[in-house]
């Protein structure tokens, strides 16, 4: 059976701006993919230093999007994400929330193409299937906004059973990937989008 999924809306400038911060975004997104660990293993994780990713941890924390959780043997101290997914309110009336939405969603932007430029620079090390099945595709659609809309929500509705924070049948050679999807009209210079 497959674990609930806890979609959060992030409305808090506060919270928005701790996760505009690349470390605590790419902690974040470790935890939600791979479940809880060790600052020592986020750290490996994330290619940083344990005592810098639990000061990380420890924020993420304060705004609720990670907790502490027991260890089998006490010594430990792992954590693991309180949610599975994030939305954002970039629209919102409030300037502040909107703004710290943008700073986040650039974060994000630059923390995927981040891992996608590591996984080129190490691609000629991966074995096997899992090198054959990366994908780049870039598409330049005609669309209208609801049709981009439609698309983009079937796409997501393809996707979802297989999130690693929910998915309780995966294979057992089944590991995380990364999947990201832009979608918006192609800036023009000048011109507003028809």
């Known amino acids: 059976m497959a674990a609930p999924e806890i979609r959060r809306t992030l409305s808090d400038p506060a919270a928005l701006e701790a996760l505009a911060h690349p470390v605590r975004l790419d902690l974040l997104s470790f935890l939600m993919s791979h479940g809880a660990a060790t600052a020592s293993e986020c750290a490996r994780a994330v290619d940083d230093n344990p005592s810098n990713c639990s000061y ?5 924390a304060k705004h609720g999007l990670v907790e502490p959780v027991a260890s089998a043997d006490g010594r ?7 949610i599975t997914g994030l939305s954002l309110d970039l629209d919102s009336e409030d300037p502040s929330v909107a703004a710290s939405a943008t ?3 650039e974060a994000s932007l630059q923390l995927d193409y981040q891992l996608a430029r590591e996984h080129v620079r190490r691609r000629d090390r991966i074995e096997g299937e899992w090198r054959d099945v990366d994908a780049h595709a870039q598409y330049g659609l005609r669309v209208t906004p609801a049709e981009l809309r439609s698309l983009v929500e079937r796409i997501d509705a393809i ?3 297989y999130i ?9 050679d089944a590991a995380v990937a990364s999947l990201s999807l832009l979608a918006f009209p192609r800036p023009t210079f000048g011109e507003e989008p028809r």
């Open 56 to 60: 990380h941890l420890r924020v993420l």
């Open 76 to 82: 430990e101290r792992p954590w693991q994400a309180t």
């Open 103 to 105: 700073a986040m969603l």
């Open 159 to 161: 996707v979802r059973p």
């Open 164 to 172: 690693a924070a929910t998915r309780a049948d995966a294979p057992d």
